[in-house]
């Protein structure tokens, strides 16, 4: 059971930067496919972007393209998300997610694809 806690959430203003952490209890994320989602209160989780274990690809949703970005530090077990740019539409709890990456790594975009979710953190952006 992979435990996740997620970190660096908190207050920002429009235009500013935030770098949220994940760490997992596992020795090594290797094995891992990982990312992040987002959820505002009253609406449906939104994918944010993810990592492949595979070739440590990433891929993100359209609403964060360019702004945001997922690196991974698989020795110190911990996923990162770094965010600038950031705008109020982006305030919302976000969750380090992961699941098992079998060969075949394919591209995950559902909630329900992921096995593992952390606590949340919250982000705030006033303008």
């Known amino acids: 059971q992979v435990q996740l806690v997620e970190s660096g959430g908190g207050s920002v203003q429009a235009g500013g930067s935030l770098t949220l952490s994940c760490a997992a209890s596992?020795?090594?994320?290797?094995?891992?496919?990982m990312g992040w989602f987002r959820q505002v209160p009253g609406k449906e989780l939104e994918f944010v972007g993810a990592?492949?274990?595979?070739?440590?690809?990433?891929y993100y949703a359209d609403s964060v393209e360019g702004r945001f970005s997922i690196s991974r530090d698989n020795a110190k077990s911990t996923l990162f998300l770094h965010m600038i740019s950031l705008k109020p539409e982006d305030s919302a709890v976000y969750y380090c997610?992961?699941?098992?990456?079998?060969?075949?790594?394919?591209?995950?975009?559902?909630?329900?694809?992921?096995?593992?979710w952390g606590q949340g953190t919250q982000v705030t952006v006033s303008s």
């Open positions: 997610v992961a699941r098992v990456a079998y060969q075949g790594d394919s591209y995950y975009y559902s909630a329900s694809d992921y096995t593992y």
């Open positions: 596992e020795r090594t994320l290797s094995p891992y496919h």
């Open positions: 990592i492949r274990r595979s070739s440590d690809s990433t």
